[in-house]
């Protein structure tokens, strides 16, 4: 809580004299998180003006959230007034591609599509493609262990990642796991930190294992009158050794997008292979490639979350894909809600947009989370307004493991600086 | 140890589940790094959660530290017992519980050996990924303790890849449970952090495993080169035309001809060979196989094989496994490390170990996981001649060396156990190691569990590491030490 003593000015102040170099300026209404403009907004340059910040903002007792394109500041749990938020965009080289080594060490201000230009001119990639990768920085990324389609194949932040250096809350400057792709020395901190929120510490840089650009990528996108038919489409594709990097669906109409990305011929056959089953399922099928394939993944990303509403992730077992489906449809119907449904089939991890009155919307993600049960998924509210987020608690059951994760964060962070109240958990 | 307590242990565990007599705890002395011994005041044989957690519930109340144990093969040291502390022996905790092929998922108890689960799921079409060459001995509880990988590791990823939730009681006592059947539960990666802390954070309960289909093909190809340098170049070169097989392994002269005079598989008498293994859809094996070739012939290599059946290849993996134990026949003992480097500096790093070969006159054996840079350099000596095991040791803390100077790690899958703690701080500053000790203390703010592990202590870093001995296992042919 931005005390009542000390202006923005006199902030600014004291963090640039804390830092030594101009970093810091009032907040503005353009800086708000949740509709609460922040105190002071800054923006270090190096590893010490971070850490410089974070001493002064502990000692203080300030808070202060992190932000990297500010994509994902709607998300989680809203934090109440902030007197500092620390913007990571000043930091945002690729500090090394290793591409002998298929490695990349990356700051956490560089946006995915920044770090990926930079990687591909060694035909190599950061095979991660969540939402608005073009504004989304990786530390971000790593941050919400956001990921999109091509998981499918590669996983999310936390399968690529293998080294990290970070500033904890109380300003010092720590590093885990290193630049080689296998290595058990130590605590792994970066998978601790990775889906933290920031709550833990500043992410600064993070040391990803990368994968090689395909040659040739083919899309199928089928067609189905009935999502009935998702599951068991699914089903048969990967039991018939198919090795797709994206398996998408998307709802209404029902839709599922699979991508092949491997040599020419293979991405073909396989290709094929998937319309011949969809076919057999009584789907309609269409190979895409080129631009045509590029603008219906583009389609297909911008769907939810380049638009307004709420967002659900909903995290299931692959094999309930139809009975969930078949329940969130009847829910929706009966409380008179728009849904959409959009994600990743072959791993459960789906992502449901609602339309419609809040209290209703409330009472369909009650309905879902009592229906999981325990460990076997999770209905976490994404994105949404002010309003449903004061009738729900975002993150839903956490489970038991919560009293050590409160435990974690008052070891890492025992004054709440960082991130106060968004963590997971409400840590 | 009073009475008390250990009567107290009885009545939890039972009578036959609780072990005191000196003879019987000599099994539990040591793990698979036999240098390293301790007696622990008791061991106990749980049989479920519930007498897991009362166990460790009693530690807790009474200050007793303890340690869990798995099978034993670990190699370093990482289950080595507490002087005054109770063993926790998980060994009758072996149940599957649960198979849910649709889901891909198994879940079992910490006991469970490692290939059981891929025998358990063969029939269906499945296995376990994470395949270390002491599957056949080493239990799925040691296994995410170490975060364990093994030769198809490159492609698959390693034991955290692949373990998608916990039950595990906590040093206090309490049951949690981290991580789930599906995947992102919601709240900090505590599972992530779990894995591979060797056993110093909890004591893992019961484990949910993902499975994988088997690939419709797999290709495997043996090639020579007369060079190191040749060899590791075309490793790199792999990696950067964008391959990524199954498994990718090198062996050195040395490591060739001591697996040739032990199980003749036929390989050429070369400075070094790779093993490439691709698996996939059959169409992607194909394409990719001549890209490999043409990768390999770029790079000189000659005397190619490719495995035609079955039996070929098994015939090419028997000899790389069999090197480690092989080795035996060159030389009395051997230092055995498992350092690992990015995988671009495999020439660099192979030429200095020569170089430290040709200055120390001791000879040095190299097989290792080529595809992600995990050395397994042997350094051998003689015991029998005078300071030889003191160099030899200077030798191997070099080569450790060399691999964190190019950047690389102490440890890529043995875990730094009791070992190599004293080594930590060559690789981390003392504010990287505190930061990590935060989460120990989240956990165990007595440190009680698995005490004077991983981290360094005055009390451990006073021992001089000694050599290597054959795993007793290893010596029955049980297992090969990759
Ligand atoms: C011949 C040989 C070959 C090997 N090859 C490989 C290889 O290719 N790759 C590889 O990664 N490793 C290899 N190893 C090392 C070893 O097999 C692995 O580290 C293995 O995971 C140890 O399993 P274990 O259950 O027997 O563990 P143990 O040796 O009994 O214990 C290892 C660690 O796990 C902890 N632990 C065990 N059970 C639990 C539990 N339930 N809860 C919490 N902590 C627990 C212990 O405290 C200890 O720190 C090899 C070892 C040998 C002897």
Redesign the pocket.
């Known amino acids: 809580m931005l005390s009542q003593s000390s202006t923005p000015d006199a902030l600014v102040a004291e963090v640039n004299a804390r830092v030594g170099a101009a970093v810091a300026r009032p907040g503005s209404r353009r800086d708000s998180i949740d509709g609460v403009a922040p105190g002071i907004v800054a923006t270090p340059q190096t590893a010490t003006a971070v850490a410089a910040m974070l001493a002064w903002a502990t000692e203080t007792g300030r808070t202060a959230v992190v932000r990297g394109g500010g994509t994902k500041l709607g998300w989680g749990a809203p934090s109440g007034s902030v007197d500092l938020v620390l913007s990571t965009a000043a930091m945002n080289a690729v500090d090394e591609h290793r591409h002998g080594d298929l490695t990349a060490t990356v700051q956490a201000g560089a946006t995915l599509a920044e770090t990926n230009a930079v990687l591909s001119r060694h035909r190599q990639w950061l095979p991660l493609d969540p939402p608005w990768g073009d504004r989304a920085t990786i530390g971000g990324i790593v941050a919400t262990n956001d990921s999109g389609p091509r998981r499918q194949r590669h996983g999310a932040p936390r399968d690529l990642i293998i080294g990290m250096t970070l500033v904890r809350a109380d300003g010092v400057l720590a590093k885990t796991g290193g630049i080689v792709v296998k290595n058990v020395a130590g605590y792994d901190l970066a998978r601790l930190m990775t889906g933290s929120f920031g709550c833990l510490g500043v992410i600064l840089s993070v040391t990803f294992k990368l994968a090689p650009v395909a040659a040739a990528s083919r899309t199928v996108a089928v067609e189905f009158s009935d999502a009935a038919r998702c599951g068991p489409f699914v089903a048969d594709l990967l039991a018939h050794s198919a090795t797709p990097t994206a398996l998408e669906l998307a709802i209404p109409p029902t839709t599922m997008l699979v991508r092949f990305e491997s040599v020419e011929p293979v991405a073909v056959e396989q290709a094929e292979q998937a319309a011949t089953l969809a076919r057999g399922l009584g789907g309609t099928p269409t190979i895409l490639i080129g631009e045509d394939e590029t603008a219906v993944w583009q389609a297909h990303d911008a769907r939810l979350f380049d638009r307004e509403g709420t967002i659900v992730k909903l995290v299931i077992l692959a094999g309930e894909l139809s009975s969930t489906l078949a329940w969130l449809d009847d829910a929706a119907q009966t409380r008179q809600l728009d849904y959409e449904v959009t994600g990743r089939a072959g791993l459960g991890v789906l992502y449901v947009g609602l339309g419609g009155d809040v209290p209703r919307q409330a009472s369909l993600v009650t309905a879902l989370r009592e229906r999981i049960p325990a460990g076997r998924g999770s209905a976490v509210i994404q994105r949404a307004d002010p309003e449903l987020k004061a009738l729900l608690d975002v993150w839903g059951p956490v489970g038991d493991g919560l009293r050590i994760m409160q435990e974690v964060k008052r070891r890492f962070d025992p004054t709440r600086t960082l991130n106060r109240g968004r963590g997971p958990g409400g840590l | 140890m009073d009475d008390l307590f250990l009567a107290e242990l009885e009545r939890i565990v039972g009578p036959d589940g609780l072990v005191r007599d000196a003879s019987e705890l000599l099994t539990y002395e040591s793990?698979?790094l036999v240098r390293l011994r301790e007696r622990p005041a008791a061991a106990v044989l749980p049989d479920s959660a519930d007498q897991v957690q009362a166990v460790v519930g009693l530690c807790h109340r009474t200050k007793v530290p303890f340690?869990?144990?798995?099978?034993?093969?670990?190699?370093s040291g990482?289950?080595l017992p507490h002087p005054d502390g109770v063993l926790i022996v998980?060994t009758r905790m072996n149940r599957i519980l649960d198979v849910d092929i649709p889901n891909q998922r198994m879940t079992v108890e910490?006991g469970v050996m490692n290939l059981d689960v891929t025998r358990e799921v063969e029939s269906a079409g499945y296995y376990y990924a994470p395949d270390?060459?002491?599957q056949l001995?080493?239990?799925i509880?040691?296994?995410?303790?170490?975060n364990?990988?093994?030769?198809h590791c490159l492609k698959y990823g390693f034991t955290v890849h692949h373990v998608l939730g916990v039950e595990?009681v906590l040093p206090d006592g309490e049951l949690v449970h981290l991580g789930g059947e599906a995947l992102d539960s919601p709240g900090l990666d505590l599972l992530g952090v779990l894995v591979g802390s060797?056993?110093t954070l909890?004591?893992?309960?019961k484990v949910t495993l993902r499975l994988v289909r088997r690939p419709e093909a797999v290709r495997t190809l043996l090639a020579a080169f007369d060079s190191t340098d040749a060899a590791g170049n075309a490793v790199s070169d792999i990696i950067s035309a964008g391959i990524i097989p199954a498994a990718i392994e090198m062996m050195d002269r040395t490591t060739i001809r001591a697996a040739e005079a032990a199980v003749h598989p036929g390989f050429p008498d070369a400075e070094a060979v790779l093993i490439v293994e691709l698996d996939g859809s059959r169409s992607e094996v194909e394409a990719l196989f001549a890209q490999v070739e043409a990768v390999c012939a770029r790079n000189e290599g000659w005397g190619v094989q490719v495995a035609m059946d079955d039996a070929h290849r098994g015939r090419i993996w028997t000899g790389r496994k069999a090197a480690f134990a092989a080795m035996g026949r060159i030389a009395p003992s051997y230092y055995v490390q498992d350092g690992v480097i990015p995988r671009s500096k495999l020439p660099e790093v192979l030429r200095r170990i020569r170089q430290l070969e040709v200055e120390s006159g001791l000879t040095i054996g190299n097989v290792f996981h080529a595809g992600d840079g995990n050395l397994h350099p042997l350094v051998c000596y003689d015991d029998a001649v005078d300071g030889q095991a003191d160099l030899a040791e200077q030798v191997a803390s070099k080569i450790l060396t060399f691999c964190l100077d190019v950047g690389g790690s102490l440890t890529g899958?043995?875990?730094v156990?009791a070992d190599k703690a004293c080594h930590m701080p060559k690789m981390f500053t003392a504010e990287d190691l505190e930061t990590m000790q935060l989460v120990r203390a989240a956990f165990d703010p007595d440190q009680l569990c698995?005490p004077d592990?991983v981290f360094p202590t005055p009390r451990l870093c006073g021992e001089v590491p000694g050599p290597y001995r054959a795993?007793p296992?290893?010596i029955a042919g049980l297992?090969?030490?990759?």
């Open positions: 793990d698979g340690v869990a144990r798995g099978q034993g093969p670990g190699l990482g289950a998980m910490p270390p060459s002491s001995i080493c239990s509880g040691g296994n995410v303790a170490e364990s990988g093994g030769a595990a060797e056993g909890a004591v893992v309960t899958e043995h875990g156990g698995n592990k795993h296992a290893e297992a090969e030490r990759f």
